[in-house]
């Protein structure tokens, strides 16, 4: 009976170095480079960033999501899980080792659909860490429904012209390439009428309007941009897959993505717990410390309890991807885990703020950016709302209606089903109760 939840030593040797270097090594970045993990690496921060990079694929952990055949340890989801867990605990962890969204789920797209020469193009140059990538497919009046996507693109003799508005396109002005969803047939349905087009972020007619910032940001010098496609000419070969297959192509990207920012949610939930216990035993009140009050006792509890069994959830759920190699075959999971991740990261990030006290508010603690994160956990990549109606559907399939006027578990019934069943042995008529 193969039922198992331990970690081979060997790996586990891995993930304990990891865990010692991002401590030590990785962490102190996020203080002198916040928020700067997306931008190209300048003389200074390379000679920084480099050799830590060079440690992690000595260490055989470079890009561990990716198969041998590019140049990753083929690890696969459940051992990557473990990975990002660690990794989650810091900003510039996952671009260290060369794991970061988003341009995990578009190398992985690439990856699969790609042709030889947009892998020689777009694909090594991400692999090895050099450039960063955009995956540009929400609009200003539309996110979370994609068939009322409206920007286009048009063949033109040899060419296509993409013409339209897009938006929260995460890394743009960084990125070295877009991969931009747009309407190539109106005339048949939009789940086989859009295609995706890979397009260097160069290219004439790529206008970023705004640099949309998060909450907490300066106006205008966020990450994710509005953008303003006017007649961009892209060559036929732009064409990532074939034409129409831009849904099927986005369910590869976004399945993917929604897991690994799950399995980095347990990283960050977990250093709030990691705080919240900390502060309980350091500071008194009322004549006992923190932790020997019943409330704050509660939120521990509850706090350990909500990340033990999402963890588990989402190690199942990598396990299950592993096993089946088929996104959609875990479709329904994915969304669970997509749901549960704002509340758990929201809920403990909220307890330990609290336990903090005043400081537990200021800007000299993380706490608000986690409650933030929390927030956008519940958008990207698709709202809460939706991926709860997927799941309520998937778990739908596997009922039926009852045909009669009474459900199946009506005691009525049942008692009257029993009596008929063992009438030889009772003493009493059947339903004659
Ligand atoms: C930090 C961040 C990064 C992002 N990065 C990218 C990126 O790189 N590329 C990209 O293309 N997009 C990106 N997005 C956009 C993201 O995918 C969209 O925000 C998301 O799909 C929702 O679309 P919307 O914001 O237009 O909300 P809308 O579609 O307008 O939905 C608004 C709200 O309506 C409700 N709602 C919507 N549909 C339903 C429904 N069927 N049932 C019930 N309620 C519903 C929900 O409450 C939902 O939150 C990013 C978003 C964030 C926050």
Redesign the pocket.
């Known amino acids: 009976m193969a039922w198992d939840f331990e970690t081979d030593p060997e790996y586990q040797a891995k993930l304990d170095w990891t865990d010692q270097f991002v401590r030590e090594e990785v962490e102190p970045l996020d203080h002198v480079f916040p928020h700067q993990q997306f931008e190209p690496l300048d003389d200074a921060r390379r000679k920084i960033i480099d050799p830590l990079k060079d440690e992690v694929r000595r260490q055989d952990m470079w890009a561990t999501h990716l198969g041998p055949e590019l140049g990753g340890q083929g690890f696969g989801q459940l051992k990557l899980a473990l990975l990002n867990e660690i990794l989650g605990r810091s900003l510039w962890a996952s671009i260290v080792f060369g794991c970061q969204a ?1 341009d995990t789920g578009n190398a992985e797209i690439i990856a699969h659909y790609g042709t030889p020469a947009q892998k020689d193009r777009y694909l090594q140059p991400l692999l090895d860490g050099e450039c960063f990538s ?5 609009e200003p009046h ?4 994609p068939t009322l996507f409206k920007t286009h693109a048009v063949k033109d003799g040899d060419e296509w012209v993409i013409n339209g508005w ?6 743009a002005k960084t990125a070295s390439f877009l991969i931009v969803m747009a309407v190539t047939n109106p005339d048949v349905s939009p789940y086989t009428g859009m295609s995706m087009f890979l397009v260097p972020t160069d290219t004439p007619g790529v206008n970023i309007v705004r640099n949309v910032g ?1 909450w907490g940001e300066e106006l205008n010098q966020g990450s ?1 941009a509005l953008i303003h496609y006017e007649d961009v000419r892209v060559p036929e070969d732009a064409l990532l897959g074939g034409e129409g297959q831009a849904f099927v192509i986005a369910q590869t990207r976004l399945g993917g993505g929604r897991i690994h920012h799950a399995m980095r949610t347990i990283g960050m939930a977990q250093k709030a717990l990691d705080m919240m216990c900390e502060r309980a035993l350091s500071r008194e009140t009322q004549g006992s410390l923190l932790a020997d009050k019943q409330f704050v006792q509660g939120y521990i509890a509850d706090s350990y309890a909500q990340l033990i069994q999402f963890r588990l959830f989402v190690l199942y759920t990598a396990w299950e991807i592993d096993k089946y190699n088929d996104y959609k075959r875990v479709r329904k999971d994915i969304a669970v885990a997509k749901v549960v991740m704002p509340t758990v990261l929201h809920d403990i990030a909220w307890r330990a703020m609290q336990v903090h006290g005043a400081l537990g508010t200021t800007n000299e603690m993380p706490f608000f950016g986690m409650i933030h994160g929390a927030g ?1 956990m ?9 991926h709860k ?1 997927t799941v309520a559907r998937q778990v739908l399939r596997d009922y039926r209606g009852t045909e009669g006027m009474w459900p199946t578990e009506w005691i009525p019934g049942k008692q009257d089903a029993a009596r008929e069943k063992f009438a030889q042995y009772l003493e009493l008529e059947v339903g004659n109760l």
């Open positions: 988003p955009c995956y540009s497919m929400t539309a996110g979370a429904d897009k938006y929260f396109s995460s890394n998060l994710h956008v519940g958008l990207a990549d698709g709202p809460t709302e939706v109606v």
